[in-house]
């Protein structure tokens, strides 16, 4: 299925977060995650900031590719837990519980499965984050700090010339 635009409707991070059951927590502390790469886009006139992570589980041994997309991130007038954040994980929890209930609420596209609903793994359709979404949070988060406080540096940098400008006309 072919992805779709990023809908401002869509939980934020915060929600994921607050969703995300006690073992899944503690289950992520068994994986490692390393931001692979930062992408800025915009999609349907809606600015965004995709983080690609690799999460490796230590006790399966398998990697699996995660996607952090955080909608406007240069709007500084909300904090970045309440940014609409679209995720995707390649791991089978992801496949079978997670990415049709994400869909259905704006989080995620129906891109690995089949669109069917998960009847028997996630019959409600409880939005909640994979094990490798929330190992791989923290470097996501992290990025998006880092590209507030680049673009808030640069800000600056910009009016040093203007600045230096005023003292030499003093002279």
Known sequence: MAESK??????????LVQMTD?????????????????TDGEDGGVPYMEVISIAHCK???????????FSNPDNNKISMVQHPTWVRCSCPSFLYRLEVALSK????????SNGRYPMIRNPKLRPYLCKHLMVSLSGAVNELKARKKTETLTEKAKKIPE?????????
């Open 6 to 15: 990023i809908s401002m409707l869509g939980l934020n991070l915060s929600t």
């Open 105 to 112: 609420h704006g989080s995620s596209d129906v891109y690995y």
């Open 163 to 171: 600045f230096i400008r005023r003292l030499l006309r003093k002279k």
């Open 59 to 69: 006790e399966s041994k398998h990697s699996y590719v995660v996607t952090y997309r």
């Open 22 to 38: 006690q073992g899944t927590r503690k289950r992520s502390q068994l994986c490692q995650a390393r931001v692979a790469h930062t």
